[in-house]
């Protein structure tokens, strides 16, 4: 139960180097899970190990609960961290490697088992206690990591990449169990991951970074509907938002030949550019169904036909070098090689300046 | 036919170990004592008989014993806490680990020299000059002590490069867990280091068992075994009884119940290592 702050803090590794991460500001409210995602090398490890206190914070403050934890070593930050590698204690046993919290804080022989035992039973893991974490699956050595940070109900949680050496079923399966647990034991988390859909669905709130620098700090679908920038726009989403340099024309950006037009607002803060960044998802697409008479004309470079729906990977008739995503429908008839005439949804244009790739308000 | 070409080098092996065993064997059951030529005769077992009911041999046994694993575990444990010492950073860590690793390529016999005389020596030994001009004859008063000293000296640096790279390949995101365990340098060391380090003490400890069981240069140089046999090691009585006292008979006889003792005794020791190492590889 905490709240945590990070309060324009810094990390620099190198002096004179650009800073991994750059004057964070960031509020994790009690309870709250936030994911922080980015691209590799966006600083995301390094913000999280920021806050459990195994990289010094070189600039600005951290609290926790309103105590400035620039100066607390880990031990007495009363948090609880799982790694990537799961850091498993190897001549442990997983009963022992989950005691060990509890035995570092000096707790009691009989309350350590009781809590083991409860957090084995709620983990499924209580028929491996014995056992050493080399003779488990990965998944199963990934669930003691969680237990080993639930059994001491911390007052915040910390992940980094928890799931990411597990296969892909098994990723979905964990992803909404730790957000259920999370949810259950209402203890405020961090998680980090470089996957976008993790962030999604698991996150109250998700913090976009990039170069150590906080794009976006908002809800998944604040992100997804009102992207602050084009790197944001282009991040968040898969396939990712198809984002066009266009030139200004009348009322609105050409694209393939028709006009897409723009709001008032759009165009009064454009002033004077020439081209604006144009950002449209693929289901914001669609296929026109008077075929190729009117409509954006677009040859099919690949079908991903997906089952319940179908992405085209397409380039302009008159522009090979512009290519956009097209969400379809499951059973699609498109094939390569066709042409296909498109047309924009005109409420769900998001623009950016072409130069700073700010959101154009409106 | 494959492994033919090693047939030179096994013939070899058993030309210089083997045949020098069996003989050792051969003379052991003779009674045969060089300075009364024409003395030899087949006894059994007598020698054996003798070397067992010899309250000296049982007392060199005990010095060896003593000198050895006295002087592995004193090793050991300096080892380690010098190998801590490097495993972190400061200005000067290669000069230091440089000098630290000298003794250890230094000849036997010239260490042993060196402490007998430059640091050892009652007049004009360091060890002297540094307690305020005492004039303690070292090598008199505590014999084995003083053997024991050299032996660790020389062996410390071994032991300090092998738990250094147990030290080093201790994967570090253990610690920082540990570390957000709530665990404190103490703890860290006892709970995770130690039981990380264990197969690397284990195996310095056999090898340098193996090693030191068969001291000669030190006892040798520093005390010649003395006064009496207060000193004296198994190899160094055998030496005595055969080079000295002539028994080519009762010496071998030392020798085969020797070389037995240690041919079980590492053994048992090499196949504890090589289970905790083999425990190990699967682990990862
Ligand atoms: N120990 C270090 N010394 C110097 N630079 C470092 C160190 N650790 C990380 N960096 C740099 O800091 C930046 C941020 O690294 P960080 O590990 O936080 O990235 P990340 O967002 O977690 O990436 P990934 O998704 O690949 O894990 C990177 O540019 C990296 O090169
Ligand atoms: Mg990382």
Redesign the pocket.
């Known amino acids: 139960m905490a709240e945590v702050v990070f309060d324009q803090a810094s990390r620099i ?2 002096p004179g180097a650009k800073p ?1 991460v750059d004057k964070l500001d960031l509020t994790v409210t009690d309870g709250e899970l936030v994911v922080l995602v ?1 691209p ?7 913000a999280l190990r920021m806050l459990a206190g195994l990289e010094p914070i070189d600039a600005g403050s951290v609290r926790i609960d309103g105590r400035d934890v620039v100066d607390v070593p880990s031990k007495d930050r009363d948090i609880a961290m799982v790694f990537q590698s799961y850091a498993l204690y190897p001549a442990k046993t997983v009963r022992d490697n989950m005691a060990f919290p509890l035995k570092m804080r000096g707790m009691g022989k009989a309350e350590q088992s009781k809590r083991v035992a409860d957090a084995a039973e709620l983990l499924g893991l209580t028929e491996y206690l014995d056992r050493k974490p080399k003779a488990l699956s990965g998944g199963q050595r990934q669930r003691v990591a969680m237990g080993r940070a639930i059994v001491r109900e911390p007052r915040v949680f910390l992940m980094d990449e928890p799931l990411s050496n597990l296969d892909a079923k098994m990723r979905v399966q964990t992803r909404s169990q730790i957000a259920s647990l999370q949810n259950r034991l209402e203890v405020s988390t961090v998680y ?1 991951t ?1 996957d976008q859909v993790e962030a999604m669905t698991m996150g109250d709130r998700v913090a976009v970074l990039r170069d150590g620098q906080l794009q976006q700090y908002a809800t998944p679908s604040e992100l997804y509907d009102h992207p602050v920038n084009a790197f944001v726009a282009g991040f968040i989403g898969s396939p990712a938002m198809n984002l066009l340099d266009l030139r200004r024309s009348g009322d609105g950006v050409t694209l393939g030949g028709t006009e897409v037009p723009l709001s008032r607002a759009v165009r009064d803060a454009a002033g004077s550019a020439e081209t604006v960044t144009v950002g449209v998802r693929p289901e914001d697409l669609s296929l026109d169904a008077e075929g190729v008479g009117s409509g954006i004309k677009a040859v099919v470079d690949v079908v991903e036909e997906l089952g319940s729906e179908s992405y085209l990977y397409a380039h302009m008739a008159e522009d090979e070098s512009t290519t956009l995503v097209v969400r379809g429908p499951g059973r699609t008839t498109v094939r390569y090689g066709d042409t296909i005439a498109l047309r924009v949804n005109p409420d769900a244009v998001h623009s950016f300046d072409a130069s700073s790739g700010e959101r154009l308000p409106g | 036919m494959r492994r033919a070409p090693l047939l030179p080098a096994l013939v070899f092996t058993i030309v210089v170990t083997q045949i020098p065993f069996l003989l050792t064997i051969y003379y052991s059951l003779q009674s045969w004592n060089l300075v009364r030529p024409g003395s030899q005769h087949f006894v059994w077992f007598e020698n054996y008989v003798s070397v067992f009911a010899d309250s000296q041999f049982r007392g060199v046994a005990l010095n060896t014993i003593i000198m050895t694993l006295g002087s592995v575990i004193i090793a050991v444990i300096l080892g380690l806490l010098l190998a801590l010492l490097l495993n972190r950073h400061f200005i000067g860590r290669g000069v230091v680990r440089t000098l630290l690793v000298t003794p250890f390529l230094i000849t036997p016999v010239a260490a042993a020299l060196l402490w007998k005389t430059t640091l050892l020596d009652p007049t004009y030994g360091l060890i002297n000059f540094v307690l305020g001009g005492q004039t303690i004859d070292w090598v008199s008063e505590y014999p084995l002590a003083s053997v024991m000293a050299a032996l660790v000296w020389q062996w410390t640096p071994f032991m300090m490069l092998l738990l250094l790279a147990g030290l080093q390949s201790m994967p570090g995101d253990q610690v920082e867990a540990a570390r957000v365990d709530g665990a404190g340098a103490w703890a860290i060391f006892t709970e995770l280091t130690l039981p990380h380090l264990r197969r690397f003490l284990e195996l310095g400890i056999v090898l340098g068992a193996i090693y030191l069981v068969n001291t000669f240069d030190a006892v040798y140089m520093i005390t010649q075994g003395g006064p009496g046999t207060a000193s004296a090691n198994l190899p160094f009585y055998i030496y005595q009884r055969a080079f000295l006292g002539f028994d080519i008979g009762q010496s071998a006889a030392m020798g085969v119940v020797v070389v037995v003792l240690t041919i079980i005794v590492a053994t048992f020791a090499l196949r504890l290592v090589f289970r905790s190492f083999g425990a190990a590889g699967s682990e990862s």
């Open positions: 590794y190198t991994a980015g590799s090398g966006s600083g995301k490890s390094t980090v470089h």
